[in-house]
């Protein structure tokens, strides 16, 4: 069944989630469906791309703190567009996005499914758009989740109909192939990567307190945090007040990512709360040894402890300990390593379309929900 479907975001602007939509927009088209992206930006700061056979259709409502759009405003013209296009079906990414969608398409008589791309466990949207969330999402077909554990809080809290459908990686053709980790053995200086919105929830700042709180004989190393946010002043401070300035650095929003990655000698995630953490199965489709704080979401089922990937607690406690024991060792990153790789298999991109397009096709023929 070829579908007409509408797949709305906030923007392109940077992100796993904006990167997960451009990247299943372009796949549901060129398996010939007709596929129109409508993003609440004016479109002009697009980082990901979509295939040619995506409409664009910014409509240029994003409420910003320095540009106010009231929600009548966003509501009524996302309204607008979605009833001329006479969709089948519509498709919303992250959560404010979400409950505006299903506003707006009230009395329409479009089913709707949308995708919680973060954990709203430790998300909160204020009072009044949580009850907007915990009200709307119900009237979706289906609420699409990243994690099991995602999806058992949004029942219990919203009683909406969730399916997990993991997100997908696939690291480009030529992409780098990781040198043998043992040609590493004798380097000095330890490359560590951090990739991700420089915001609180990431843990940045504690990524770098940990490593400023090494034992003067741990190994050296130098720390590249790639990404822009609100956070970056913060972030540069701490490590100035903690004489660690010249061992960090702040590439900014970076693209093609994956030389970052190849070229690191550990990926690390500090994360205070993850959904599904997209660059960490960048870095180890990129075969990086990764080191991961347990941060909910999808971390636990990504990261086979000791197999594929180093896991430790979601405390400062444990990631600085972790960092002094995986450092140490390059058997241990060599090992990690050479398991990491094989995320790209199990996380897929036919896999995830395969999934969303089944579910759109589910909400499209109106069939009882899983």
């Not at 709180?213 to 007040?241: C, T």
Request: net charge neutral.
């Amino acid at each position: 069944m070829k579908m007409k479907i509408a797949c709305v975001i906030h923007s392109l602007d940077g992100g796993g989630a904006e990167r997960v939509m451009a990247g299943l927009a372009s796949r549901l088209a060129l398996r010939s469906h007709s596929v129109t992206l409508i993003t609440l930006d004016d479109g002009r700061h697009d980082r990901h791309e979509v295939d040619a056979s995506v409409s664009r259709r910014p409509i240029h409502v994003l409420s910003t703190p320095e540009s106010p759009v009231s929600l009548w405003t966003r509501t009524r013209r996302l309204r607008t567009t979605i009833a001329a296009g006479n969709f089948d079906v519509v498709l919303s990414f992250c959560d404010a996005t979400n409950w505006l969608t299903l506003l707006a398409t009230r009395g329409l008589g479009v089913p709707v499914v949308v995708s919680e791309r973060s954990d709203p466990k430790h998300q909160s949207l204020g009072r009044t758009r949580e009850f907007l969330r915990r009200h709307l999402y119900p009237k979706a077909y289906q609420v699409v989740c990243l994690s099991d554990d995602v999806a058992a809080f949004l029942q219990s809290t919203t009683h909406c109909h969730t399916r997990v459908i993991p997100s997908a990686v696939e690291p480009p053709a030529n992409v780098a192939v990781k040198p043998n980790q043992a040609e590493n053995t004798n380097t000095k200086i330890q490359r560590l990567v951090a990739v991700g919105r420089l915001e609180h929830e990431k843990g940045f700042d504690r990524l770098i307190r940990c490593l400023a709180e090494l034992p003067n004989d741990a190994p050296e190393w130098k720390l590249a945090i790639h990404g822009e946010g609100s956070q970056q002043g913060s972030l540069e401070s701490i490590a100035r007040e903690l004489n660690v300035d010249s061992q960090v650095e702040f590439p900014g929003w970076t693209r093609p990512i994956w030389p970052a990655y190849s070229n690191a000698d550990w990926f690390v995630l500090p994360s205070r709360y993850e959904g599904f953490p997209s660059a960490l199965l960048e870095a180890m489709a990129c075969s990086t040894a990764v080191l991961a704080v347990d941060a909910g979401g999808a971390v636990r089922g990504v990261i086979d402890h000791g197999r594929n990937g180093w896991l430790v607690e979601n405390s400062d406690t444990a990631l600085r300990d972790g960092l002094q024991h995986c450092l140490a060792s390059s058997e241990l990153r060599t090992r990690l390593a050479l398991r990491a790789g094989e995320v790209a298999k199990r996380f897929g991109w036919k896999a995830m379309v395969d999934a969303y397009e089944t579910c759109l096709q589910d909400a499209c023929e109106g069939r009882p929900r899983p």
